[in-house]
Antibody, heavy 121, light 106 residues
Framework: EVQLVESGGGLVKPGGSLRLSCAAS????????MNWVRQAPGKGLEWVSF????????DYADSLRGRFTISRDDAKNSLFLQMNSLEDEDTAVYYC??????????????WGQGTLVTVSS | DIQMTQSPSSLSASVGDRVTITCQAS??????LNWYQQKPGKAPKLLIY???NLDTGVPLRFSGSGSGTDFTFTISSLQPEDIGTYFC????????FGGGTNVEIK
């Protein structure tokens, strides 16, 4: 069974940093593309970032490029999101999700339960 | 960026009703469109991929159609367990989601 378990969320002040982690199991992580998708409270879904196997292809939502960095550790079956210069508008539940695309994002077939990031002074 | 406009933003229908949601892309996305269901307090779940293909285990009352810029998602006979929010998502250019349609039982 595919499992994606996020951690690292919490309360952070504007301008601060946070690193999210996602532990993957139940599938061959190293062969899978992954995304981060976020959802602000009571709002819709927003794609954040994509990473392909071997980190060959990486991409970000334009509005987040330069502040967020996605990475993976295939030896530990883990996905990460480093978030810097956080703003109030970054407050959201962040989902770690598996993508069936190879070199570009296509769609999500498995979702984690999400981790809440709250940016507030 | 490709914008996805979903309508209506919410609807209320009776059990057994046919429910239709539309999604319009700001440019041609061929059939690069997926639909998801999100139940309250839960992560979304994939229902339909490539505009019209039902994911494994998804009930046959769900269906999708369309190509280019205009897409439709239909529940042929609304059931109580179908309440939640439905999102379309394009992948012609990275990923972007529609604003969602909240489905309630009347």
């Amino acid at each position: 069974e595919v499992q994606l378990v996020e951690s690292g969320g919490g309360l952070v002040k504007p301008g601060g940093s946070l690193r999210l982690s996602c532990a993957a199991s139940g599938f061959t992580f190293s062969s899978s593309s992954m995304n981060w998708v976020r959802q602000a409270p009571g709002k819709g879904l927003e794609w954040v970032s994509f990473i392909s196997p071997s980190s060959t292809f990486i991409d970000y939502a334009d509005s987040l490029r330069g502040r967020f960095t996605i990475s993976r550790d295939d030896a530990k079956n883990s996905l990460f999101l480093q978030m810097n210069s956080l703003e109030d508008e970054d407050t959201a539940v962040y989902y770690c999700v598996r993508d069936w695309g190879a070199a570009r994002p296509q769609g999500v077939d498995h979702w984690g339960q999400g981790t809440l990031v709250t940016v507030s002074s | 960026d490709i914008q996805m406009t979903q309508s209506p933003s919410s609807l209320s229908a009776s059990v057994g009703d046919r429910v239709t949601i539309t999604c319009q892309a700001s440019q041609d996305i061929s059939n690069y469109l997926n639909w998801y269901q999100q139940k309250p307090g839960k992560a979304p779940k994939l229902l339909i991929y490539d505009a019209s293909n039902l994911d494994t285990g998804v009930p046959l009352r769900f269906s999708g159609s369309g190509s280019g810029t205009d897409f439709t998602f239909t529940i042929s006979s609304l059931q109580p367990e179908d309440i939640g929010t439905y999102f379309c998502q394009q992948y012609e250019d990275l990923l972007s989601f529609g604003g969602g349609t909240n489905v309630e039982i009347k």
